[in-house]
């Protein structure tokens, strides 16, 4: 219920959703990198797959030879081969 | 650049995480704000870079995780420095690095104007040098607020200046009035109007004062033409008074000009071998030096340097300077000047000769430029007619016994 109250608040207002504290960003840039902000921790992290704990969701990453170029509280960046990126529930 | 600047000075360290709890203990560093970078997965756990300082603070985190730390690799300045601790040499340099800087920054090394069109950034740093202000000097002994006060009463189109020591650069900044601030005080010393140059007067307009000539009389250089005496008659005709004021006139005169100039027996020629050397030059202070590949004795070479000042940050100028030279091989002869040669060098000095005079405010009439020839060297006469004003006010001495009166009522005859 207060998901929706936000989501409807947030549309009323015309508040990009972005904005909203804790809401995952994912921003992919080519096949080589991905960006991640409001990551809550590494659930696991191997070569061929990493998965991330979000506020809402869990945000899979997999490919080849991934790797961690850094990782801070607020972002952190995904280097490698990337093949998906998928969101599970 | 900043982050990798930071871990260098800052110290970083590879560690291999081992354990089963490598996730947690990634995400538990994350939580607590401590940056990992390059974390790749290995076998039984991850491998990461982390700040020497955040290393410190992980150690309670990989307890808490269940996982073990082992350093791999140390880098950056304190473990650079710790290894070298018992080079002796190497802290000696080190100091007499910094006392060496320390010792600079306390001389002046650049001189900068700002905002400065009409006065030029070379009469400036004349105007400086003449005050005692200059590149090496003591920065202690310049007094910025001293400087800007004589810059402002010296140079009357400057309206605002402002002068400060930055670093190792004086940078004086500058705001040019576009009005002159000053009306200056009319001279009312008696004078003369006399001829600058001999001509045919065209025209005369008298101010002040009383003409001796008139249009179409020949003048010759430094004879009067507005005399400073005036005569008061009384109705008798009988003269009252006599008094000498400023006398004033526009006169304009056809005068004649002249110019002759030699062309030397043999020209010099410079040809390019197209040949070209490049090297470093290096100013420290006045001395210079070039570091170039040897070349061979007898050659001629053309030299162009382009350097630069180097300055650490934005203000802390060096006395040094280092750049570029190119040099390129070329031959020099000498041989006879060709007709079109001279030709093009008579028209060269006419054209030349010409604008000179047309600076100076002469009309030009007519011209022309005669090349002589006295089998061993070409000469060029340029001639040339015009008007120009040739009126100039000379002071006059008044006579004994004759009183010399500024003029309040002006009086032209």
Redesign the interface.
């Known amino acids: 219920m207060p998901e929706n109250w936000k989501n409807s608040g947030t549309a009323f207002l015309g508040i990009p959703r972005d904005v909203l504290p804790g809401e995952p960003v994912v921003t992919i840039t080519g096949r080589e990198s991905v960006y991640l902000e409001n990551c809550r921790g590494i659930v696991s992290f191997q070569e061929e797959e990493i998965r991330l704990q979000a506020k809402t969701c869990r945000i899979r990453v997999t490919g080849r030879r991934l790797r961690i170029d850094y990782y801070t509280r607020d972002d952190m960046r995904i280097s490698g081969q990337i093949r998906a990126v998928s969101m599970e529930s | 650049m900043g982050r990798h600047l930071k871990h260098k000075t800052e110290g970083s360290l590879q560690v291999q995480i081992q354990g089963a709890g490598?996730?947690?203990f990634?995400?538990l560093?994350?939580?607590?704000?401590l940056?990992?970078?390059?974390?790749?997965?290995e076998e039984d756990g991850?491998v990461?870079l982390m700040a020497l300082p955040a290393f410190y603070q992980a150690a309670p985190l990989a307890k808490k995780a269940g996982v073990r730390l082992r350093i791999r690799q140390k880098n950056g300045l304190p473990f650079w420095l710790y290894r070298n601790r018992k080079r002796k040499g190497l802290l000696l340099g080190t100091a007499f690095f910094f006392l060496l800087l320390y010792g600079l920054s306390l001389f002046l090394w650049n001189i900068t104007f700002e905002g400065n069109a009409h006065y030029s950034s070379d009469t400036l740093l004349r105007y400086l040098r003449e005050h005692g202000i200059f590149c090496g000097m003591r920065k202690s002994r310049i007094s910025c607020e001293e400087l800007e006060e004589n810059l402002r009463s010296d140079f009357p189109g400057i309206a605002w200046v402002s002068a400060g020591v930055s670093g190792t650069r004086l940078l004086v900044k500058i705001k040019e009035s576009e009005a002159v601030s000053r009306i200056p005080e009319p001279d009312e010393t008696p004078c003369d109007v006399a001829a600058s140059r001999p001509g045919v007067i065209t025209s005369l307009v008298v101010r002040q004062g009383r003409a001796l000539v008139k249009a179409g009389d020949s003048v010759e250089e430094g004879q009067v033409l507005v005399s400073s005496k005036l005569t008061l008659t009384d109705d008798a005709g009988e003269t009252v008074e006599e008094v000498y004021v400023r006398a004033d006139a526009d006169v304009y005169a056809q005068t004649a000009y002249f110019c002759r100039q030699s062309l030397p027996p043999l020209r010099r020629v410079t040809v390019r071998t197209g040949k070209k050397r490049r090297g470093v030059q290096l100013q420290i202070g006045s001395l210079a030096f070039r570091f170039l590949f040897p070349f061979s004795e007898g050659e001629d070479w053309i030299w162009q340097t382009e350097d630069v000042q180097l300055c650490l940050g934005e203000d802390f100028y060096l006395p040094v300077r280092v750049g570029w030279v190119e040099g390129e091989s070329c031959s020099v002869y000498e041989r006879p000047y060709t007709q079109e040669e001279v030709q093009e060098a008579a028209e060269d000095v006419q054209r030349r000769y010409l604008e000179n005079l047309m600076e100076k405010g002469v009309q030009i009439i007519e011209n022309n430029v005669k090349i002589l020839e006295n089998g061993y060297q070409y000469e060029i006469c340029a001639e040339a007619s015009g008007i120009q004003q040739i009126g100039f006010s000379r002071p006059v001495q008044p006579e004994s016994g004759e009183r010399a009166r500024q003029g309040d009522e002006e009086k032209t005859e």
Not at chain 2, 29 to 33: E, L, S, V, W
Request: hydrophobic share 30%.
């Open positions: 490598t996730e947690r990634l995400t560093c994350g939580f607590h704000g940056e990992l970078w390059n974390v790749k997965p991850a990461c």
